[in-house]
């Protein structure tokens, strides 16, 4: 067999340390090859952006690898199927140390798999460490995607399933999220949301116009964080600017919810953090989804009704079959109500700006739910799990789950039913009352690792 590889990485991760990891990959791949015969070809370097190059040397391969070392868009791993040969990820776990994200691998692997399920492409898929993986039966052709569809929610239908929802778009999604991909139309048909489509200089002109008195109530809202002092004040500023923007938005034009290009405009253009204030609108009862997600923001919308309480939109970054937890995370703009501890102010772990919450997710029965588009079908997908008392597993907020069922089915149905890399949690167990609203939208439902 001739093997193609593609070794993915990004520069605003922990380069030495991805380094580290493909050469341990690289290892494990040379010595397959080495004793079964099988050729290697491609780049052995991190391919830091998509080039043509790097696909013109696997293009006569039998095998396309894609070495998943750092989170990407999933921009070159669709580029890649366009070559028409068989395709496999390997993607790498991280040691949950408390400090930053270094290489958010799993998160990478999940963009990756929803684009090439609603492209159509089936494909191999590995998550694991170097020497603690079966290289040779993904090689071999194993471990591939096997599409769920879901199942009728056998339960009443919920009367207005949906709220009538008014939703702001902030910005388009970025270039290779296409599970933050929508059709206006579509979902206004599937749930009656409305959404405008704003401009980011919309929402940045709006704060620099803001007065003092605007900014006031977010100042005092933060004044009590303990090292609010170690924030840079211009950056603090500009963030707290963003909540009042949001707040006279939502106010002005009646809006439910925001979906906001949060990455990299507000760093680069405007300076200043949009993750803290997102954290400060989803405790006031307002959800705003990160990366322009409309459908995470429905998503959220919907779960908050049922559960009455904040949702938090966060990314599932890590999988531990041997001790059968997962971690949820996301930069830090969960709804403080959410830990038990004291929420800390923190900059952004790639970006280095405020501001962000840092702490960790309480213990308490939580349940996710996504209204899904994987492979291109309307679908609900829910699960229920215990989050539980741990220490921080990555900066920003997080938490350490323990699902109703086995990680190891939970992850393989997480691959096999194409879901979106950002899911909605709440607190208790609200799994009932979602299927019903999935009846009444007549919509299929998944249960993460239910039988």
């Known amino acids: 067999m001739k093997i193609g590889l593609l070794p993915l990485g990004r520069p605003t991760f922990d380069v030495p340390y991805a380094e580290e990891k493909l050469a341990g990959m690289l290892s494990d791949i040379d010595a397959l090859a080495a004793s079964e015969g099988h050729e290697v070809i491609g780049s052995r370097a991190l391919l830091m952006e998509a080039s043509p190059e790097a696909l013109e040397a696997v293009a006569s391969a039998d095998l396309v690898l894609v070495l998943q070392v750092t989170f990407t868009d999933a921009s070159f791993v669709v580029e890649a ?8 990820i390997w993607a790498v776990p991280e040691p949950r140390l408390g400090g930053r994200l270094r290489l958010n691998a799993f998160c990478g692997l999940n ?8 492209n159509g492409v089936g494909f191999g898929w590995l998550y694991g460490d170097p020497g603690q993986v079966d290289l040779d039966a993904l090689l071999s052709g194993g471990s591939q995607v096997a599409r769920i569809n879901g199942t009728e929610p056998g339960v009443d239908a919920a009367d207005n399933p949906v709220p009538a929802l008014k939703i702001a778009r902030i910005g388009a999604h970025p270039d290779g999220f296409d599970t933050c991909a929508y059709d206006k139309a579509a979902l206004r048909g599937l749930t009656g949301a409305e959404v405008d489509e704003l401009e980011l200089s919309d929402m940045f002109d709006a704060a620099r116009g ?7 109530p977010y100042r005092e809202k933060v004044a009590q964080v303990p090292n609010l002092k170690d924030m840079d004040a211009g950056e603090l500023d500009r963030s707290l600017r963003l909540a009042g ?10 809006y439910d919810a925001f979906a906001i290009r949060c990455w990299p405009e507000t760093f680069t253009e405007y300076g200043g953090a949009v993750c803290g204030p997102v954290s400060m609108m989803g405790e006031a009862r307002v959800p705003c989804a990160c990366e322009a997600d409309v459908y995470g923001a429905v998503t959220q919308a919907m779960l908050q009704k049922v559960a009455n309480a904040p949702v938090f939109l966060a990314d599932l970054v890590d999988m531990d079959v041997e001790d059968d937890t997962g971690v949820v995370w996301h930069c830090g703009q969960a709804p403080v109500s959410m830990t038990e501890d004291e929420p800390m102010a ?13 702490f960790t997710l309480k213990s308490g029965r939580v349940t996710f739910f996504r209204l899904s588009q994987a492979y291109g079908e309307p679908k609900v997908i829910i699960a229920g799990g215990e989050m539980l008392r741990s220490e921080m ?5 997080s938490g350490v789950v323990r699902f109703d069922n086995a990680a190891q089915k939970v992850l393989s149905d997480v691959m096999d039913s194409g879901l979106e890399h950002h899911m909605a949690l709440a607190y208790g167990d609200h799994r009932k009352a979602l299927r019903g609203i999935a009846a009444g939208m007549g919509l299929n439902v998944i249960e993460l690792g239910a039988a």
Not at 82 to 87: D, I
Not at 245 to 254: G, I, K, P, T, V
Not at 346 to 358: D, G, I, M, S
Not at 393 to 397: C, D, I, P, Y
């Open 393 to 397: 597993a990555f900066t920003g907020t």
């Open 210 to 216: 803001l007065g003092d008195a605007a900014v006031a």
């Open 81 to 88: 199927a366009k070559l028409g040969v068989p395709l496999a």
């Open 245 to 254: 923007a949001l707040e006279m938005l939502r106010s002005e034009n009646d």
């Open 111 to 118: 963009l990756a798999g929803h684009a090439l399920g609603r």
């Open 346 to 358: 923190t900059v952004h772990t790639n970006r280095k700006q405020a501001l962000l919450y840092e």
